[in-house]
């Protein structure tokens, strides 16, 4: 009977193990000033990874990680700038919540959007922009008020 338990136990561990090993994420972090293949025609030569979960230990205990992509735009026409990262906020689809301030590196400049992915180096990939919660609550409430 302890023998069953012991097993029982090991393959418990085995369990925790490997999936708290498949939630591991990696991605990009760049920024599109220090490293233009960062921009949104992404080329990945030289290109910084991060690994999620030992940024997270640091960061925000328990959370689970995401990549990022961001996106910021000064004058319409100019060259976005474009952060990829990682990201430890809310990232379910109905609270995407990305930090909307300005960014440290291009503090003049706005802020577009974002995109949020959970497979490892998913933020190399073009998306589309998300429209923040106050964008996204303008356009509804402009709809609602055109359409009544």
Avoid: W
């Avoid at 030992?54 to 992509?69: E, F, K, N, Q, Y």
């Amino acid at each position: 009977m302890a023998m069953m338990a012991l097993r029982a136990l090991a393959a418990l561990f085995l369990l925790v193990t490997l999936a708290s090993s498949a939630r591991a994420i990696t991605c990009y972090e760049c920024d599109s000033v220090n490293n233009p293949g960062c921009g949104e025609q992404f080329v990945d030569d030289d290109i910084s990874t991060t690994d999620c979960d030992v940024v997270a230990s640091t960061r925000a205990l328990g959370a689970a990680a995401t990549c990022l992509t961001k996106y910021h735009e000064g004058m319409p026409g100019d060259t976005r700038f474009v952060r990829r990262s990682c990201y430890y906020g809310d990232s379910s689809p109905m609270n995407i919540n990305c930090d909307d301030g300005p960014d440290p590196v291009v503090p003049f400049m706005n802020f577009l959007g974002c995109t949020l992915c959970n497979t490892d180096f998913c933020n190399a990939a073009p998306g589309r922009i998300t429209l923040s919660m106050a964008s996204a609550s303008l356009v509804l409430g402009l709809l609602f008020l055109l359409t009544n």
